[in-house]
């Protein structure tokens, strides 16, 4: 007579593990975030008076490393804490918020390509809101003028732009010593120069706009970033495809973990 022992289910040690890493890494770059993010507040004064934040008009780029760096370190902690302790509550939130985060973006990408001229409308909307509140906030005046350094651009469909901004407006009303200039970041840089001549843009548009093409950029940051995308197009892509692969790697880790955990659950009840 033959005897034949059957080994009992076992949770899988890669998936367990595999999916602590994984969640470990995003957990500390969500304290990372959250750090850099409280530690900006912090130098704008905005924790000693949180109504900063809704007296200001634009946009805050703070908010949004704080909103990114708060959603990283939930999800990272249920997804150590689900691996580690095998629960299956916090590992199905995980998985279920890495499938609504990653249905979103897909959703965004496509909404996005349908409705091109929407979206332009609304971005151009955002940065001229941005455009008026550009002295209010140090974080949002740097992220304006890195965008108008980097892709050579000024206001969002030109300098004209800049007329919106009660500094840089052209008014006979305006006391300002920037008034019908541009932000230094809109001037076409002089290689000569060692050290950046941040009064360079002043009074440049009391000029005729013919002078304007060798002393500013002239060309508006929509058509800019326009003009990048195509060219960019494999980087955005290739961008895109990883982002998706880790988030449908760690939905993987997640559900080959929970049905571990199932068969073990049912296999303890016979």
């Known amino acids: 007579m033959h005897y034949y022992r059957y080994s009992n289910p076992e949770i899988s040690c890669w998936y367990k593990y595999l999916l602590f890493s994984y969640n470990i890494i995003f957990w500390l770059a969500g304290v990372a975030f959250l750090a850099a993010g409280l530690w900006a507040w912090s130098e704008k004064g905005v924790l000693s008076d949180l109504t900063k934040v809704t007296r200001l008009h634009g946009f805050d780029p703070v908010v949004l490393v704080l909103v990114v760096g708060g959603v990283m370190f939930v999800l990272g902690f249920t997804g150590c804490v689900g691996a580690l302790r095998e629960n299956i509550c916090l590992l199905k939130f995980f998985c279920g918020a890495i499938v609504l985060i990653f249905t979103l973006e897909l959703a965004a990408a496509v909404l996005a390509f349908l409705f091109q001229d929407w979206v332009r409308d609304r971005f151009k909307e955002f940065f001229e809101n941005n455009i008026k509140s550009y002295r209010d906030d140090i974080d949002l005046q740097n992220l304006i003028d890195s965008l108008q350094k980097i892709n050579h651009c000024c206001g969002a469909q030109g300098p004209d732009d ?109």
Request: hydrophobic residues 45%.
């Open 162 to 270: 800049w007329d919106l901004n009660i500094y840089f407006n052209c008014s006979t009303e305006s006391k300002s010593r920037e008034k019908c200039g541009v932000p230094f970041s809109c001037c076409v840089p002089d290689p000569a120069q060692k050290v950046v001549n941040t009064q360079c843009g002043y009074d440049i548009r009391a000029q005729t706009k013919n002078q304007w093409d060798n002393l500013i950029f002239t060309k508006g940051c929509i058509p800019a970033l326009e003009a990048w995308l195509p060219r960019n197009i494999y980087i955005v892509a290739g961008a895109f495809i990883a982002i998706s692969l880790l988030q449908i790697f760690g939905i993987f880790l997640a559900r080959s973990l929970i049905s571990d955990i199932e068969v073990v659950k049912a296999g303890h009840l016979f």
